[in-house]
């Protein structure tokens, strides 16, 4: 089975901050890697699919790169919207998630 | 609009079992890659299990022979139907849509999720 890390598992930052999570895999899985954003109560949503693609309606402050083992998922400017937890997502399985919080 | 509705969760004993639904609207479930997804209360997401277009169904190993994906085309829904239940399975349980891309499916539509809880 391919193992996922992902870190930090939690951050705080301060509104117009740069935050970055990584996910790691244990082998090279392409560009098969996703990323979810889930607020307190409610259904994940999709924001990166494919490593890199942004999906529709997602702003632009939200990005995804990397491929075969290492993947970064990086908001540019944190807005208190953003607080939420993040999960990666290779093939079926999710990462543990990663929870940001304003500072 | 796409619209995905759970409904079937409650309270089990474990050992129990009970079935879990989720209405479609929008698209075609039998067309798509559907999926359940589980979240115990404070915890991460985990996948539990897949059925293809195609008919080809996949499980966690957590769930493996306990739970059943299934779907009824007449209806547009995707089923779970869950036996042995065990308090490990506690959780808001997801339907969610595959969309096709190049790389893998990322899951571009959820349901609002129905919780499980299993407790004597």
């Known amino acids: 089975d391919i193992q996922m890390t992902q870190s930090p598992s939690s951050l705080s930052a301060s509104v117009g901050d740069r935050v970055t999570i990584t996910c790691q895999a244990s082998q090279d899985i392409s560009n098969y890697l996703n990323w979810y954003q889930q607020k307190p109560g409610k259904a994940p949503k999709l924001l990166i699919y494919d490593a890199s693609n942004l999906e529709t309606g997602v702003p632009s402050r939200f990005s995804g790169s990397g491929s075969g083992t290492d993947f970064t998922f990086t908001i540019s400017s944190l807005q208190p919207e953003d607080i939420a937890t993040y999960y990666c997502q290779q093939y079926w399985t999710f990462g543990p998630g990663t929870k940001v919080d304003i500072k | ?120």
């Open chain 2, 1 to 120: 609009e796409v619209q995905l509705v759970e409904s079937g969760g409650g309270l089990v004993q474990p050992g129990g079992s009970l079935r879990l639904s989720c209405a479609a609207s929008g698209f075609t479930v039998s067309s798509n890659y559907m999926s359940w997804v589980r979240q115990a209360p404070g915890k991460g997401l985990e996948w539990v299990s897949v059925i293809y277009s195609g008919g080809s169904t996949y499980y966690a190993d957590s769930v493996k022979g306990r739970f059943t994906i299934s779907r009824d085309n007449s209806k547009n829904t995707l089923y779970l139907q869950m036996n042995s239940l065990r308090a490990e399975d506690t959780a808001v349980y997801y339907c969610a849509r595959a969309k096709y891309s190049s790389g893998w499916y990322p899951f571009d539509y959820w349901g609002q999720g129905t919780l499980v809880t299993v407790s004597s």
